[in-house]
T-cell receptor
Framework: QKEVEQDPGPLSVPEGAIVSLNCTYS??????FMWYRQYSRKGPELLMY????GNKEDGRFTAQVDKSSKYISLFIRDSQPSDSATYLC????????????FGGGTRLMVKP | DSGVTQTPKHLITATGQRVTLRCSPR?????VYWYQQSLDQGLQFLIQ???????AKGNILERFSAQQFPDLHSELNLSSLELGDSALYFC?????????????FGAGSRLTVL
């Protein structure tokens, strides 16, 4: 079993829908949680960064962390075709340079 | 532009050959990471360098090696290439100390082994 599990999708939604992307993990020592967005043939780019449990909002994006359930989510409101990409969750135990552990990514397609 | 520069963008070579991938980190970043991304394995950590020294090793094959030079650029050497080495190779960089778990990725080098 992988340390971080993520449904590969693809997830297809109509424009304007609310999208929910999720990851589960097994390592209870993870404290830092990130979401990266990767467009086709491009490198991943950091979208959201959170520490410990709770919510963080940035524009149309909301990241949620539930450490008790070892479950994190990324919500995208009013989804746009430009949101079509692969979304990777990533986690680490500290912020001092230890390796990130990535999920396998969920491919999202937002149809006009 | 993320500030992390990778060359070449695309590379096609034959089995048994050797290639070198190059990475220049974002200005001010001391750590360089190499990742391999394939369809079936996702993003796999290969190796990390910090200010010229190897810091961490992941799933890097013995046929692969890397180094970080005094000017902080890094090279990933892949030798005795096999068909299964075809993948996207990403370099990422980060700052030192607090916040070092935030990686900035380059655009990647796409390697095709025929």
């Amino acid at each position: 079993q992988k340390e971080v599990e993520q449904d590969p999708g693809p997830l297809s939604v109509p424009e304007g829908a609310i999208v929910s992307l999720n990851c589960t993990y097994s390592n209870s020592a993870f404290q830092y949680f990130m979401w990266y967005r990767q467009y086709s043939r491009k490198g991943p780019e950091l979208l959201m960064y959170t520490y410990s449990s709770g919510n963080k909002e940035d524009g149309r994006f909301t990241a949620q962390v539930d450490k008790s359930s070892k479950y994190i989510s990324l919500f995208i409101r009013d989804s746009q075709p430009s949101d079509s990409a692969t979304y990777l969750c990533a986690m680490s135990e500290n912020n001092a340079g230890n390796m990130l552990t990535f999920g396998g990514g969920t491919r999202l397609m937002v149809k006009p | 532009d993320s500030g992390v520069t990778q060359t070449p963008k695309h590379l096609i070579t034959a089995t048994g050959q050797r290639v070198t991938l190059r990475c220049s980190p974002r200005s001010g970043d001391l750590s360089v990471y190499w990742y391999q991304q394939s369809l079936d394995q996702g993003l796999q950590f290969l190796i990390q360098y910090y200010n010229g020294e190897e810091r961490a090793k992941g799933n890097i094959l013995e046929r692969f090696s890397a180094q970080q030079f005094p000017d902080l650029h890094s090279e990933l050497n892949l030798s005795s290439l096999e068909l299964g080495d075809s993948a996207l190779y990403f370099c990422a960089s980060s700052v030192a100390g607090s916040g070092a778990n935030v990686l900035t990725f380059g655009a990647g080098s796409r390697l095709t082994v025929l």
